[in-house]
């Protein structure tokens, strides 16, 4: 039994190694092309990410190659450092981006993935699938436009120049889009590599070049050559800052993947050994001349509809795909332009539905962050784009946390239990007190709101004592401390007192340390609301939970 289930297991991930090469290999070619680099560095990066993450990584369904988002990413990146080569400013970026996610893993902060939310990170994929496609028009068309075009001045000089589009080119387009089309109703085969092939042999009987449709031209094989950026510390500064929005991204888009698929099998990923093994694939890529590489959705999704069973479904994607690579470059010289962009749009197909974005809409929750990430990128390009969609998540986290929500508990009838008042009116209040809870932690941007809301409370009640439930607050940090105390302070000059309950073990240490005299006295800090009002009431209950 055992014997037959591994011979089904390399089985399956033998199918599934197979239909992977066979999306990567045009998926390298038209990435390359996104990122402006040789063909050879998106094979490499292809070769080295799927190598090292099978060795390193854990999904059984993550493939590790050059993705779309990064490509593009890295090329605008790569734009924005004048005076360093753009081939040796990706090299440089590549680099940076894989020491920046060691150096994550190495401080466990696996956690990076939540700096960016998920409608952020659908509106950003919305978005940059709409700019890739429009910057493949050109190649479609055959058009050749000024460079230098943001990309919506770049469709309307497209459009401007409609009667330059060479029908020759369209209709070349056309079929191999109709053709990947058609054979998509078999999801198991490899519908752009057929495209691909069929157009190279088209390319040879119909003698499309003598037509005027436009050819990749002669590509090199990835040479593995261990090279490093002759950059001074200056531009090394300047390669790290913009490495920083790539590593985001990279680990964002990645982490979604692996961990979407996971939880349909019902594994457990650490993000920290991803963060890991993410970090070495790019710095190997780097160093041998590869562009960035993660676990993008389509490569990794049909690994899995393709039931891989281990990460040797990628180790044998690496097999194929330079044996193909070894055999089959020289004949990409005569792949048409036109199909190398439906290659693309292709693989943006998915990406370019509106689906994901429209559920978010209806539910009636972060509209902004969706619609503010399509238009950042649309407005200020993919790096500043993603840059600004990720400082409106991170706004609009502080916003929220620092809104001074406070909800009055008061005892349901007969039991040990604090409910939020407004919602229970049969709940009975404390007499002489006022019990609230602040409903997000606190911390500096939220503490002197919330301590100023709850002292004006406290005054228009008329109660002599104000409870403070902290059940949302882990720990403190020294902003919220201090509001803490002050309020405290404040209190007793009025006759009044503070005391807290649902208090964590961090926060009494830290209470008992900074104000042993005062509100860090054991008598003034309950493990529950109940135990404080019982304190108020004098009366002696079996210690319980509320």
Not at 115 to 135: K, Q, Y
Request: with cysteine; net charge neutral.
């Amino acid at each position: 039994m055992a014997a037959d289930a591994t011979r089904r297991g390399w089985r399956a991930d033998l199918t599934a190694g197979l239909c992977v090469a066979g999306l990567l290999l045009p998926e390298g070619v038209a990435y390359a092309g996104l990122a402006g680099l040789p063909v050879a560095h998106a094979f490499a990066a292809a070769l080295v990410g799927l190598l090292v993450y099978a060795l390193l990584g854990r999904s059984r369904d993550a493939i590790v190659a050059p993705t779309s988002s990064s490509a593009s990413l890295a090329a605008a990146a790569a734009a924005g450092l004048a005076g360093i080569a753009p081939t040796e400013a990706l090299l440089a970026l590549t680099l940076a981006g894989g020491a920046v996610l060691l150096a994550l893993a190495a401080a466990r902060q696996g956690q990076l993935s939540a700096f960016v939310s998920r409608p952020v990170l659908r509106g950003f994929a919305f978005a940059l699938a709409i700019t890739i496609v429009i910057r493949q028009l050109p190649d479609v068309l055959g058009l050749h436009p000024p460079p230098g075009l943001a990309v919506l001045q770049l469709l309307a000089w497209v459009l401007a120049h409609a009667a330059e589009w060479q029908l020759p080119s369209l209709l070349v387009a056309l079929a191999a889009g109709g053709l990947i089309a058609w054979l998509r109703r078999w999801p198991s085969w490899p519908a752009s590599l057929i495209a691909l092939v069929a157009a190279i042999i088209a390319t040879r009987l119909l003698d499309l070049r003598g037509v005027g449709v436009e050819m990749v031209g002669t590509v090199a094989a990835p040479g593995f050559a261990p090279h490093l950026p002759d950059l001074g510390r200056d531009a090394w500064l300047r390669v790290a800052e913009l490495a920083v929005g790539l590593v985001v991204l990279l680990f964002a888009e990645s982490w979604g993947s692996m961990r979407a698929l996971a939880l349909q099998r019902g594994d457990t990923l650490n993000a920290n050994r991803e963060l890991l093994a993410l970090g070495a694939a790019n710095l190997a890529s780097g160093l041998l001349q590869g562009m960035p590489v993660g676990a993008g959705f389509s490569a990794s999704a049909a690994n899995h509809g393709a039931g891989a069973q281990s990460r040797r479904a990628g180790a044998i994607a690496c097999g194929v795909l330079g044996l193909a690579i070894a055999v089959a470059l020289p004949a990409l010289q005569w792949l048409p332009r036109p199909v190398l962009g439906v290659a693309v749009i292709a693989a943006l197909w998915h990406a370019l539905s509106p689906a994901p974005l429209v559920a978010t809409w209806r539910l009636g929750r972060d509209r902004l962050l969706v619609a503010g990430a399509v238009v950042a990128v649309l407005a200020l390009g993919l790096l500043h784009g993603m840059l600004a969609a990720v400082a409106l998540s991170i706004v609009e986290a502080l916003r929220r946390f620092s809104q001074p929500v406070l909800h009055e508990l008061a005892a349901l009838p007969g039991t040990r239990n604090f409910v939020n008042r407004p919602e229970h009116p049969d709940a009975v209040p404390v007499p002489g007190a006022l019990i609230l809870r602040p409903q997000e932690p606190l911390f500096f941007a939220s503490a002197e709101r919330v301590m100023a809301e709850a002292a004006a409370q406290l005054a228009a009640r008329g109660a002599a004592t104000l409870v403070l439930s902290l059940e949302e607050s882990g720990d403190l940090d020294s902003t919220a401390l201090e509001c803490l105390l002050e309020l405290d302070r404040r209190l007793q000059d009025r006759g009044q007192r503070l005391l807290l309950a649902r208090v964590k073990e961090p926060v009494r240490a830290l209470l008992a340390r900074s104000a042993p005299d005062g509100l860090g006295r054991p008598e003034g800090l309950f493990w529950s609301v109940a135990d404080a009002a019982d304190s108020l009431a004098g009366a002696s209950r079996p210690e319980s939970g509320a």
